[in-house]
Nanobody, 124 residues
Framework: QVQLVESGGGLVQAGGSLRLSCAAS????????MAWFRQAPGKEREFVAT????????KYADSVKGRFTISRDSAKNTVFLQMNSLKPEDTAVYYC?????????????????WGQGTQVTVSS
């Protein structure tokens, strides 16, 4: 079973930036892509962005397009989420997830492994 460990969360003022990291303990040939989800208090977990372990294509939620960038270091089994121009509504626990499914899945049920989450708080 792969373990995913997120880091990089914290408190930042609106307009600021944070960079999240997610390290996977291992990667197998069946692992296809990584993603970031987030869950705000009282709300359902929502898709943020996804990137395959190979290739250049990515997919983003409309709410973060142009502000967030997902990237990876395949050699280190690590995925990053650079978050710029942060807004108070970006406040949430951010989770990374792993899937063996192709096609840029965006539903929680399509992901097989999850990290423990890292808190991001954006003050106004």
């Amino acid at each position: 079973q792969v373990q995913l460990v997120e880091s990089g969360g914290g408190l930042v003022q609106a307009g600021g930036s944070l960079r999240l990291s997610c390290a996977a303990s291992k990667r197998t040939s069946s692992d296809y892509a990584m993603a970031w989800f987030r869950q705000a208090p009282g709300k359902e977990r929502e898709f943020v962005a996804t990137i395959p372990w190979s290739g250049s294509l990515t997919k983003y939620a409309d709410s973060v397009k142009g502000r967030f960038t997902i990237s990876r270091d395949s050699a280190k089994n690590t995925v990053f989420l650079q978050m710029n121009s942060l807004k108070p509504e970006d406040t949430a626990v951010y989770y990374c997830a792993l899937t063996g499914r192709r096609g840029f899945p965006s539903r929680q049920s399509e992901y097989d492994s999850w990290g423990q989450g890292t808190q991001v708080t954006v003050s106004s």
